[in-house]
């Protein structure tokens, strides 16, 4: 199995086309971020040991940063090649190996199907399946594409219209029934019948993390896949043993766990005014001003932060690099030292965001670890639409700002 590097070459593709090279500083990770109160600055604390002062400080590591690692007895004592989903290499060749892949859910269903492909044997150790519903991949027309190039108000239009039938958590509590019985179909795949009673879900579409796949279900019909829905009792020198006592030999091991979802911006040690770390504000869990600005950090703004989690994180992405680019304009119209978002605005928000949260069927169903953290809150999601979104980061709400004037000579 052998790495695609076409989504390597589109990213690299736009750094070249928009110039962007010149002002990134690859492989050097920031470590941790504190605010020097005197300064008015933050300081930046990178992997290097280099150091960068800097005004504003503006996260983009999403929800995704921290691997999930299960704690399953012996993992460390696995003898052969060990890999995370996350922490993938490309170069590993799966030729005639035997795999085992611990996990069901978004990471394996797009490798399972690739490395299925190459190796001798694959087991794939499920703890409770998921809705897996067909992707559909029909590409856009070359007249189509061109009309977009000539015409982008065209693809705008596109899109709103997209989001008006589908956005919205409403929209798929509307649509569940739909989406199972899409589902139900995809996995009617499975030639099987007892496999494909394995991968029927228990929770309502939705509940979880919704996936999609044309090439999931086909793979169990493979006779080198096999499902393995006993728990896992512990891992060996020389592979999975399950609670029934079977012993599955494997030469490579998979972790396609996923991620720690609801730490955001707390996966770096980030420090604020008054020596307050971010993990200590987040400790009842991660939220933020319309998920871009947390009390208590001034001039830091955040890119796919708590509850914002949406129909299309691109879009949604988009809406909040708009809102932090006049945010910024402010802080220069007005020759601003720091802004930083008051308590009061960003508790009541949160408020009235659970609230709505707490209504939503799906996120609610009892199997919603991936979106819930241990003190009940919803870190994750967004409750409303598309559109609600874009119009809720359309103002800068000024008045639920502290400033600060800059000093004069600075």
């Known amino acids: ?96 190996e035997t795999v085992g892949v611990i996990g069901s859910a978004a990471s394996a269903v797009q490798l399972v199907p690739e490395v299925v492909k190459h ?88 509940a979880k993390r919704p996936l999609f796949s044309n090439d999931y279900y086909p793979a169990f019909n493979r006779p080198n896949l096999e499902l393995v829905t006993e728990p896992i009792e512990r891992i060996t020198e020389a592979g999975i043993e399950t609670r029934d006592g079977g012993l599955r030999r494997l030469g490579t091991l998979i972790l396609a766990t996923g991620f720690a979802t609801t730490k955001f911006l707390a996966a770096i040690e980030v420090v604020g005014r008054r020596g307050r770390s971010i993990a200590e504000a987040w400790s009842d869990g991660a939220q933020a001003y319309k998920g871009v600005t947390t009390a208590g950090f001034p001039n830091l703004f955040m890119l796919y932060g708590p509850n914002t989690n949406a129909d299309s994180i691109i879009t949604m992405i988009e809406y909040q690099v708009d809102h932090v680019l006049r945010q910024i304009q402010r802080i220069a119209r007005e020759d601003l030292a720091w802004i930083d978002v008051k308590y009061g605005p960003m508790a009541a928000y949160n408020h009235e965001i659970q609230r709505e949260l707490e209504s939503i069927d799906m996120w609610n169903a009892g199997c919603s670890d991936y979106y819930r953290v241990p003190s009940g809150r919803i870190v994750t999601q967004w409750p409303r639409s598309m559109p609600a979104l874009e119009q809720a980061l359309s103002t800068l709400d000024e008045e639920a700002y502290e400033t600060v004037a800059r000093a004069s000579g600075r």
Not at 44 to 55: I, K, N, Q, Y
Not at 84 to 89: I, L, N, P, T, V
Not at 144 to 163: H, K, M, V, Y
Not at 172 to 194: G, H, L, T, W
């Open 119 to 206: 190796a001798r044997q694959v087991y794939l150790f499920q703890r409770s399946p998921n809705w897996v519903a067909p992707k559909e991949d029909t590409p856009y027309t070359e007249g189509q594409l061109e009309r977009f190039r000539t015409d982008p108000d065209s693809a705008l239009a596109l899109r709103r219209a997209i989001f008006s039938r589908f956005g919205g958590p409403r929209a798929f509590d509307a649509i569940r029934n739909d989406m199972e019985s899409a589902c139900y179909k995809n996995m009617a795949q499975v030639e099987d019948p007892e496999v494909r009673e394995r991968l029927r879900p228990d929770h309502p579409w939705g």
């Open 1 to 96: 199995m052998r790495h695609d590097p076409k989504s390597s070459r589109t990213l690299e593709h736009c750094a070249e086309k928009y110039g962007l090279l010149p002002h990134l500083r690859l492989g050097d990770a920031v470590k941790r971020a504190r605010w020097d109160e005197a300064a008015a600055e933050w300081r930046l604390d990178l992997a290097s040991g280099r150091t960068v002062w800097t005004d504003i400080v503006i996260s983009a590591i999403g929800m995704f940063n921290d691997i999930a690692v299960p704690d399953i007895p012996g993992l460390d004592s696995f003898a052969g090649k060990r890999m995370h989903s996350a922490r993938w290499e490309p170069d590993h060749d799966f030729s005639g």
